[in-house]
């Protein structure tokens, strides 16, 4: 999810991976998928049938310990962040290696109750952001701003739209203090909900 | 000339006179995948009537205006303030029945090198589909 293919580049080039990585400028995939978030995945068969639907893949709370003058996280946070990246991993292997037996596949009523819908709103908010990476990308970047603004004022819930939006810093990081005023903001609210799979750390 | 950001991708257009988006018909249809036939404006097996009484605010002059037939069938638009780039949506019930049908949405994104891949190249395998960013 990124509005460039120059802001992916250096990530892609420094992994070189042999699986496609694409570059969606206007979030079509989130769209599409109704995602809100990086990272969010969704497993779909060999058939094309979603058998797990968009989820939170693998990422863990516990970065909301991070304190934000040294920049470090609490050794037990950094623990379950691990742990949870590595239970998702071993999630997806399984799946890999096992097929529908691995456990984790859901059913189709499963599927369904796992999906969470777009509404009008969101579906709106999405023309507005694609209607402002347009705008960005033709030096309208004053428009833009409009149009992300109306984007996330009807689609809060949509950190992508948001921090895509939102001011970076030199590593092209949205990192502000803003950014950590609105986690901070969400409560008791998830920024990365669980994830419905044997093994996570709570 | 007039962009068009649809659901089939981006279409420089002729746009008619007036408010709204007036196309002739091909370039509709072209754009969007909807095209206007006697009995209204059709994609696929699903047709949408021109409202009774109302007919010139939506086909006029060999002309169909698309923002008009987008707010009739309540699917979102957006458009610039000078009304020369819209994207034309799609509504959130289509979205939420494509989903829960659980056939997974297809769609083309481009690689680093500008190669476009669609999701349905796939078909076959098992694919982990996610997502990333660098902000």
Redesign the interface.
């Known amino acids: 999810?990124?509005s460039e293919?120059d802001?992916?580049?250096?990530?892609?080039?420094a992994v070189t991976p042999d699986y496609?990585?694409?570059?969606?400028r206007?979030h079509?995939?989130?769209?599409?998928?109704?995602?809100v978030n990086?990272?969010?995945?969704?497993?779909?068969?060999?058939?094309?049938?979603?058998v797990r639907?968009a989820e939170n893949?693998g990422a863990y709370e516990g970065f909301r310990a991070m304190d934000l003058e040294t920049w470090t996280i609490p050794e037990d946070e950094v623990t379950a962040i691990v742990k949870a990246q590595a239970t998702y991993f071993s999630a997806?292997a399984d799946?890999?290696r096992y097929?529908a037996a691995c456990g984790h596949i859901y059913d189709?009523d499963q599927?369904?109750a796992h999906?969470s819908?777009?509404?009008?709103n969101?579906?709106?908010a999405?023309?507005?952001f694609?209607?402002g990476q347009?705008?960005l990308r033709h030096g309208?970047a004053a428009?833009a701003s409009v149009?992300f603004g109306e984007a996330s004022r009807l689609h809060p819930e949509s950190w992508?739209i948001w921090?895509?939006a939102?001011e970076?810093n030199e590593t092209?990081?949205?990192n502000s203090a803003e950014f950590w005023a609105r986690v901070e903001a969400l409560g008791d609210g998830y920024y990365y909900p669980p994830v419905d799979i044997k093994g996570m750390p709570e | 000339m007039t962009v068009i950001l649809s659901q089939l991708g981006e279409f420089e257009v002729r746009d008619g006179p007036g408010d709204g988006l007036w196309l002739e018909p091909d370039q509709a249809a072209a754009a969007t995948g909807w095209a206007l036939r006697p009995e209204g404006l059709c994609r696929g097996d699903i047709c949408v009537p021109i409202p009774a009484g109302r007919g010139a605010n939506f086909a006029a002059d060999g002309k169909v205006n698309l923002a008009a037939f987008w707010d009739h069938m309540d699917m979102p638009s957006a458009t610039s303030a000078d009304g020369d780039i819209w994207t034309l949506g799609e509504s959130a019930d289509n979205r939420a029945a494509s989903l829960l049908s659980l056939d997974a949405p297809d769609f083309t994104l481009p690689d680093l090198a500008g190669e476009a891949h669609s999701l349905s190249d796939y078909r076959g395998n098992k694919v982990l589909l996610t997502t990333w960013a660098s902000w």
């Open positions: 999810m990124d293919a802001a992916a580049r250096p990530w892609i080039e496609p990585a694409l570059i969606d206007a079509r995939v989130a769209e599409l998928y109704n995602m990086v990272p969010q995945a969704v497993w779909i068969d060999e058939a094309g049938k979603i639907p893949a997806v799946w890999v097929g189709a599927a369904k999906t819908l777009p509404s009008r969101s579906a709106q999405h023309c507005y694609r209607l347009y705008l309208r428009e149009h992508n921090r895509q939102a970076k092209g990081l949205n």
